[in-house]
């Protein structure tokens, strides 16, 4: 390990840890935290009481814990923060999605018979960028022109490089004063409209199809779905997307016999040429028409071959757990008086972090709070969202693994067994912190089999 101040008062507190008589405690917490690289710290008590008699019946409080702290799970979903409650929650989403697809968890196996694609919706051109082309499995040039022209910027909008799946060139323009940042980051803001307007024609052309209002189309069919947003290189989001047709009352029944899979196809094309997003003219940019971008792919899914439920489970789970730091920015918000030149960014990424902050900075456009989403490149809107009918809930699913928690704990006699309606439960919890100082940084990641970063600032400043 190389010699540091930082490392050596790692060290120090490490060993100061372990000489620590409530070690123990403290490992069985970091223990039952699964791996969690910054957990939250809390401080409080728990009572229950029986109201029937007022008997104190059990009590915990952190008075009794190391540092006078409990420690639990931060749950975040972003991989870049905490990859293991991330891998938490990319299992919950995977079963969410598969649920839906074959049944399970409350969703009755009879819904792989209902129309179902997986739809994906790109964003338009904003300019050239380097790309990595494959086909066949043999790699093809970037962008090769035979009579390759300059752009009024003096360069060759030409690349003949057969680039690598992890160069750092991927995503990048290949002339930075031709391409449309403004275009980029206000499709990205707008991309959440787009989405809600996309859904909207799609049920009023599958309700036209079948020659009912849209009132009298939900008393026969229901558009049940589940999507992901997914950062390209080039630093725009496109929608990944399970839709589902289903009966009046979800998975649980039929949909109309009109209602096919060819029908649902069609109107995903529709549904996405039609659709727009108007942004008003701001000082020296024009109002602009978004909209999607022409490649639309709806393919469905089936129960073998390429395009499986586990596949696209698995598809929408991984991305969930991502955002645009996976295409070379932050994973923390940027303020408008930080030196952007010294952000750890990719050079697209940076300007158009700039640009969000540029665009922010004008009144008609604060309704966008491009300044506040500067890190994720002006999309605000949720990454992973599902339709109310199309399985279960993340909620449940975290409530089914609490309550197999709390079994686990009265079979081994950590906690009493009660009859919950005769108990009165009394909780108070307050946060006090988050992370880990460098020397617990240390012994947590030897309990995890993992190399964490030394430097405190990566805990967390807020620890305690």
Known sequence: MPASLTNTHAIRGAIARLDDPNYSRWEAQIRRAGGCRQPIHLRGRVEHWDQATGELLHR??????????????????????????????????????RAGLVGGKGVPESVTAHPCLFVTLTAPSFGLVHTRREKNGKIHPCHARRDAQKCPHGRVLSCTVRHGADEECLGESLCPDCYDYTGSVLFNAAAPLLWKRFAEALRRHLAKSGGLTLAEMRAQLVVSFAKVAEYQRRGVVHFHAVIRLDGPDGPTSTPPAWATLALLAQAVQHAASVVTATVPAVDGEPARVLRWGHQVDARPITLDGELTEQAVAGYIAKYATKAAECIGTI??????????????????????????????????????????????????????????????????????????????????GRLPLFEEDTVLVVAEWHYVGRGFTPGDALLAASLAGTALPLLSAEFGSDAR
């Open 331 to 412: 994973d923390r918000r940027v303020f408008p008086t930080e030196d952007l030149a010294a952000l750890p960014v990719r050079d697209h990424a940076r300007q158009l972090i700039a640009e969000c902050l540029r665009l922010g900075a004008l009144d008609d456009l604060a309704d966008l709070r491009l300044i506040q989403w500067a890190h994720m490149l002006g999309f605000r809107g949720h990454f992973s969202t599902r339709s109310r009918h199309y399985s279960t809930t993340l909620g449940s699913i975290r409530a089914d693994r609490a309550e197999h928690a709390i079994g686990e704990e009265i079979s081994t």
């Open 60 to 97: 915990y409080n952190t008075r009794t814990e190391p540092d006078g702290v409990l420690r639990v799970p931060c749950k975040t979903r972003r991989a870049s923060r905490c990859p293991s409650c991330a891998e938490t929650y990319r299992a919950d989403t995977y079963h969410l999605i």
